[in-house]
């Protein structure tokens, strides 16, 4: 099946700075999602981007379905975006019935 | 975006209990839900795809008879943990796709159940 590696795993920064998170996956996808799961443990869909680039206001992210990787940026980090970014992925293969394939996410700490 | 409701969010039982779980889609009808599991500090792991009017589909190594699923309905799933044991003790989150086709999946609040 389709493998999702994400990096960093872990990420610290102060208030107002800029990251990078990025998304690796192994196969074909016809469905790329970026979730951000907050404490109390629910999914806030952040983007629906199988392809091509989106932007929501602080943030934005961009898929290369060709290269198989997709990076979510966050700019002007304030410490409510903390917690934990997942990447999911779903497959193009013949027995994708839409079941995500999630990545081992990135838990962001922001400082004040 | 479309609404996920999963009932409830939170829950404590007994060893030997079962325990349902809802997953609702509010505004749109799902042929197809799925269960995840989560682990402290893991990611999520697929448990099982919930067809309406058809048998679950498990994804290897989960107990069929342990975690039964039921989709009576293009709205309604439900998870029951039967017999549960304190290593069941778990997040449990759902999902849900338009029947449109849209492959956009929209997730629930999530169930935490401890066993004890």
């Known amino acids: 099946g389709i493998q999702v590696e994400q990096s960093p795993p872990d990420l610290i920064l102060q208030e107002g700075a800029n990251s990078t998170l990025r998304c690796n996956f192994s196969d074909s996808v016809n469905n790329l999602q970026w979730f951000h799961q907050n404490p109390w443990g629910q999914l806030i869909n952040l983007f629906y981007i199988p392809s091509g680039t989106k932007q929501n206001g602080r943030l934005s992210a961009t898929t290369v379905a060709t290269e198989r990787y997709s990076l979510l940026y966050i700019s002007s980090s304030q410490t409510t975006d903390s917690g934990v970014y997942f990447c999911?992925?779903?497959?193009?293969?013949?027995?994708?019935?839409?079941?995500?394939?999630f990545g081992q996410g990135t838990t962001l700490q922001v400082k004040p | 975006g479309a609404v996920v409701s999963q009932h409830p969010s939170r829950v404590i039982c007994k060893s030997g209990t079962s325990v349902k779980i809802e997953c609702r889609s509010l505004d749109f009808q799902a042929t197809t839900m799925f269960w995840y599991r989560q682990f402290p500090k893991k990611s999520l792991m697929l448990m099982a795809t919930s067809n309406e009017g058809s048998k679950a589909t498990y994804e290897q190594g989960v107990e069929k008879d342990k975690f039964l699923i039921n989709h009576a309905s293009l709205t309604l799933s439900t998870l029951t943990v039967t017999s549960a044991h304190p290593e069941d003790s778990s997040f449990y989150i759902c999902?849900?796709?338009?029947?449109?086709?849209?492959?956009?999946?929209?997730f629930g609040q999530g169930t935490r159940l401890t066993v004890v």
């Open positions: 999911a992925v779903g497959g193009r293969g013949s027995g994708n019935t839409g079941k995500l394939i």
């Open positions: 999902s849900a796709r338009d029947r449109k086709g849209h492959t956009e999946a929209f």
